[in-house]
């Protein structure tokens, strides 16, 4: 019989933590039935099996969306890689992890004019960085700036064709009503980021 995780109800980012739990606790077993009512967190358990290269076969149901995980033939947590569980694959150990957050469409308080002035200027000011940051993490309406709506995301663009990783939480894109027009940067979630956060050498938060 598969384990099932049903993690309807649950916001970001339980559903990925209660997966990882229940592989953590039947290790011994290779099958596992996900149900979840939540987009992001489908995508987030998704991208989660992919990466760790376990198979998925999704189905929509009445009001859900099972996902069945296979882990037959790969390795199962705690053995799995603390890179790719921590931080979705966005790095390769040794390398340094630098991050900016955007905790904000604005910097600085003030002028909200002004803000959005200093911003833009900021991440145009990144390019010209000889060490750029290797994640740019984007939360709260800082995920606008990832957005058509504003110029930003142009350079965001510029900066992710150089190498620079920009996480977007999905929660907060939700919240805005933004995810479809959001232009650069890979949907993710809390734990993600918080793991991220924690296996950070520096952080800067303009």
Do not use: W
């Not at 996902?67 to 694959?89: F, M, R, W």
């Not at 504003?150 to 996480?167: F, P, S, W």
Request: proline residues 4%; glycine residues 6%.
């Amino acid at each position: 019989m598969p384990i099932e995780v049903d993690t309807r109800g649950k916001l970001c980012p339980l559903p990925l933590i209660m997966l990882r739990r229940a592989l953590k606790q039947y290790p011994q077993e290779t099958l596992f039935e996900v149900l979840t009512d939540n987009e992001t967190s489908c995508a987030n358990l998704t991208d989660f099996v992919s990466q760790n290269g376990f198979s998925v076969h999704i189905t929509s149901e009445d009001g859900f969306t099972l996902l069945t995980v296979d882990t037959a033939g790969c390795p199962i947590v705690p053995e799995l890689s603390d890179q790719s569980d921590a931080t979705d694959g966005f790095y390769t150990a040794p390398q340094q992890i630098n991050v900016v957050q955007l905790r904000s469409d604005k910097m600085g308080q003030g002028s909200d004019e002004l803000g959005s002035i200093l911003i833009q200027a900021y991440l145009n000011a990144l390019l010209e960085l000889e060490e750029l940051p290797t994640h740019i993490v984007c939360y709260n309406s800082g995920v606008m700036l990832a957005t058509t709506d504003y110029n930003t995301h142009k350079t965001l663009q510029n900066l992710a064709e150089r190498g620079v990783q920009v996480i977007v939480c999905g929660t907060c894109a939700d919240y805005y009503g933004v995810k479809e027009r959001l232009s650069v940067g890979k949907i993710s979630n809390m734990l993600v980021i918080a793991e991220l956060l924690s296996r950070a050498d520096h952080i800067v938060a303009p």
